[in-house]
């Protein structure tokens, strides 16, 4: 293991499967203590279940590192707070929050429900929001602090049914910017990246 983020605690959300879980092997893998949330769910976020957040830190602990599950909902304002409140009980601080939990419920903008459109708007636009919030009020008072947010190629007409996660996920973009912008001042970086972009 590398010791590039030792000492140094993050959340990934979303982070039981696919990139979140890839982003959180990364960062285990340089030192950094993790919050692995994750619902459970579905690709369409219905369900859940703990495994998945609890294979991860398996795997974490197994490299040597160090890990805690998480099962709140970003979708919720109280998710969030429990998300990053996880990391304080835990570890006692936070240092990097990585947005990556998502949902998708795919059709055309024409048969869309409001349902489909409001659940992937909330995990994912509001998703950013829950966390950040309450991980920016920590991270102004230590006068550092890194967050990644997660968009998507979506957002730039590449795909196709997916109105509501392309919204959400431009809507992200403008969120990072004006993060990064209220927060720089105070030692707080925001980026967003876009996997395949």
Known sequence: MGDRLKGKVAIVTGSGRGIGRG??????????????????????????GTTPAEDVVAEIKKMGGEAVPNYDSVATEEGGENIVKTAIDAFGKLDILVNNAGILRDTMVFNMTEEQWDAVIKVHLYGHYHTIKPASVLMRQQRSGRIINTSSVAGLGTTFGQANYGAAKE???????????????YGVTCNAIRPNA
């Open 171 to 185: 809507g992200i973009v403008g969120l990072t910017r004006k993060v990064a912008q209220d927060l720089g001042k």
């Open 23 to 48: 982003e959180a092997l990364a960062l285990a893998s340089e030192g950094a203590k993790l919050v692995i949330n994750d619902l459970g769910g579905s690709t369409d976020g219905t369900g859940g």
